[in-house]
């Protein structure tokens, strides 16, 4: 059984940053793409980041790019989210994902595993 668990979230200061670690057991992550997204109360659950099974190519939402990079570590079957420049909207629950395939996708239905999330609280 594939399952993933992050780590890394708490409480930030606007401007401060934070990384957020995904780690898997089951199968291994190589032949596939990796995800993250984000959930806030009361809203709908968006795209973050995306990286190629690779990690050769990666993907971002408008709202992040130049402050968040993702990346991953096969061997260690580690995912990773840099978080800089934080924003109070970027409070969130933080999910990591495994794609479906070895290609990047921006929705939820592009992935089929997900971890239990973690709170990252940005205050200003």
């Known amino acids: 059984q594939v399952q993933l668990v992050e780590s890394g979230g708490g409480l930030v200061q606007a401007g401060g940053s934070l990384r957020l670690s995904c780690a898997a057991s089951?199968?291994?992550?190589?032949?596939?793409?990796m995800g993250w997204f984000r959930q806030a109360p009361g809203k709908e659950r968006e795209f973050v980041a995306a990286i190629t099974w690779s990690g050769r190519s990666t993907t971002y939402a408008d709202s992040v790019k130049g402050r968040f990079t993702i990346s991953r570590d096969n061997a260690r079957e580690m995912v990773y989210l840099q978080m800089n420049s934080l924003k109070s909207e970027d409070t969130a629950v933080y999910y990591c994902?495994?794609?479906?395939?070895?290609?990047?996708?921006?929705?939820?239905?592009?992935?089929?595993?997900w971890g239990q999330g973690t709170q990252v609280t940005v205050s200003s």
């Open positions: 089951g199968r291994p992550l190589s032949s596939y793409s």
């Open positions: 994902a495994r794609g479906i395939s070895g290609r990047p996708g921006t929705e939820e239905y592009e992935y089929n595993y």
